[in-house]
């Protein structure tokens, strides 16, 4: 089964997020913060990662730039969960080695069809 | 609703737009006609039925048909007929259309321009293979409101983020306060126009491709097959027809068959790609 960490500093948001990402097929664990996705990510690296922006301690993008220079630190894609919705951020995101971009709000079709895009899951017939 | 009012509607729709509608789908009846009931100030669908049976507005005509045809729709939606699009129908194109270098595609149900807008955005990114080559897309609509919107380029976050690759978002599309407008570059490939299906479509001119997705899944069989039948006669030998992921042509028309392998894709019976054995059996044999 593949594993998701879900990153946000809103209890209820992971929990949509993991509920979401649990119905996709995904194993998931969760992060308060970027310093805490770090230390899951240095335990055992995930194939994703629901991240968002505006958290304390660690940024979403902070804890990105520090993903990428470590060791398998390419392995997981990264989705940017987020309510920073202009381009600027997009293409910061992007820059740092994002491979996708949700603006919030979201709902299970647009994860699902975010995660077809990045080459997470296969795309189901409808 | 009373089963008379149900057969105004339904025969309406029939007539109209080909549209069939039973009974197990009268609540979209309610769901979708409520606001044109409104607009038009009838206190209910009911009331509205009594102005049909006389002789009806043909702007209240317009506007039930238009809100019971208006369907749903994401970009690059179902993903598999654009990566064949790229894979296989370019390609083909590429070859067989070297001299002329053109390609004509039409969207026959284009709604609000998503699946149009998907497949330019696709030969702008491959644009690389076919240098000087023009690739026009003719996108169709019944609704004059829907192609409107088509015509705009400009989509909600929510649209935005349905099956759209955040590179192709950040690439082709401007912000515009809450909205996103696809840029000039793609918008002018494609040309939108109103057109029902059940008209000649003879004076559209000739495709190579033809998109009809999720639109016979409305249709009755006979209408069905008047349709595809048409289509047939505007694509060339080596054309290619798609529909959606619900849709067949078994037991409907002998004029399309399925492409081997892919799942959609339907070739022309005799066609350039049809490799059955014709030939085997038109050969005498045991001389």
Redesign the interface.
């Known amino acids: 089964m593949k594993s998701c960490l879900v990153v946000d500093d809103s209890r209820v948001v992971r929990k949509v997020a993991r509920r979401i990402a649990e119905e996709l097929g995904f194993s998931c664990e969760e992060a308060e913060d970027g310093q805490k996705a770090y230390e899951s990510c240095q335990a055992s690296m995930p194939d994703v990662i629901m991240l968002d922006w505006n958290m304390p301690v660690m940024s979403g993008i902070e804890f990105l730039e520090k993903l990428r220079q470590m060791e398998n630190g390419d392995h997981p894609k990264v989705v940017f969960c987020t309510t920073e919705n202009d381009m600027a951020h997009i293409q910061r995101a992007i820059m740092a080695g994002a491979n996708e971009y949700i603006m919030k709000p979201f709902d299970r079709d647009i994860v699902e069809s975010k995660f077809v895009q990045a080459g997470i899951l296969e795309q189901t017939v409808s | 609703m009373k089963l008379q009012d149900f057969d105004v509607y339904k025969d309406l729709l029939m007539k109209k737009s080909g549209l069939v509608i039973t009974q197990d789908k009268s609540y979209l009846l309610d769901s979708r006609l409520t606001p044109v009931a409104k607009k038009w100030n009838f206190a209910n669908l009911d009331a509205m039925s009594v102005a049909l049976r006389g002789i009806p507005d043909q702007g209240l005509v317009r506007d039930i048909v238009e809100a019971m045809t208006t369907n749903e729709t ?1 970009f690059f939606r ?3 007929p654009f990566d064949q699009f790229k894979q296989t129908i370019l390609p083909h194109m590429l070859k067989a259309r070297a001299s002329v270098r053109k390609v004509r595609v039409w969207c026959a149900a284009s709604s609000s321009g998503q699946e149009p807008y998907s497949l330019s955005m696709l030969v702008k990114e491959n644009q690389a293979l076919m240098p000087g080559w023009s690739v026009e897309f003719l996108a169709t609509d019944l609704s004059e409101d829907i192609l409107a919107q088509a015509r705009g380029g400009l989509y909600s ?2 649209e935005v ?7 192709l ?2 690439k082709y599309f ?2 515009e306060g809450e909205k996103w407008r696809i840029s000039e570059d793609i918008r002018k490939m494609v040309k939108y126009e109103t057109f029902n299906l059940l008209d000649p479509m003879t004076r559209l001119g000739k495709f190579d491709v033809i998109f009809c997705r999720n639109v016979l899944i409305y249709f009755d069989e006979p209408t069905k097959r008047r349709v595809l039948e048409g289509m047939a006669a505007l694509l060339p030998p080596d054309g290619f027809l798609f529909l959606g ?1 619900a849709e067949t042509v078994f037991g409907i028309t002998e004029r399309f068959k399925p492409m081997e392998n892919t ?1 959609g894709v339907y070739i022309l019976s005799g066609g350039a790609h049809d490799r059955a054995p014709a030939s085997a059996v038109a050969q005498p044999v045991g001389r």
């Not at chain 2, 983020?161 to 590179?167: A, H, K, V, Y």
């Open positions: 994401s179902d993903q598999k976050q929510f983020q349905r099956g759209l690759p955040i590179n978002l950040m401007r912000q992921g799942r």
